[in-house]
Nanobody
Framework: VQLQASGGGLVQAGGSLGLSCALS????????MGWFRQAPGKEREFVAA????????DYADSVKGRFTISRGNAKNTVYLQMNNLKPEDTAVYYCAADVSDHKALYLREYDYWGQGTQVTVSS
């Protein structure tokens, strides 16, 4: 299984960006999905998670109310809509897949990782 993330870029504070992450094949297993980010000099941190069904999600406190995670009907694509972006959201964003029905909140739970996409928010 390979994950391909896209949609990063440069945006001004207060703006919006949407990220996408596609699994390399139509999902034949159940995959919970998540987004993490890593800023320069910092550890990779949890951003958002979504269950296989799409009915259960969770967010880091720092993005709650601004970011939304969702997945397509075919379940092999996950999205992260980011609104009201702040300079502190600047990071490389990674999508990840966990072979599980349930959302996963911790980095160590994930089995597959995408290559990362840069998000830069200017003040």
């Amino acid at each position: 299984v390979q994950l391909q993330a896209s949609g990063g870029g440069l945006v001004q504070a207060g703006g919006s960006l949407g990220l996408s992450c596609a699994l390399s094949e139509r999902a034949t297993s159940t995959y919970a999905m998540g987004w993490f980010r890593q800023a320069p000099g910092k550890e990779r941190e949890f951003v958002a998670a979504l269950s296989w069904s799409g009915n259960s999600d969770d967010y880091a406190d720092s993005v709650k109310g601004r970011f939304t995670i969702s997945r397509g009907n075919a379940k092999n694509t996950v999205y992260l809509q980011m609104n009201n972006l702040k300079p502190e959201d600047t990071a490389v964003y990674y999508c990840a897949a966990d072979v599980s029905d349930h959302k996963a909140l911790y980095l160590r739970e994930y089995d597959y990782w995408g290559q990362g996409t840069q998000v830069t928010v200017s003040s």
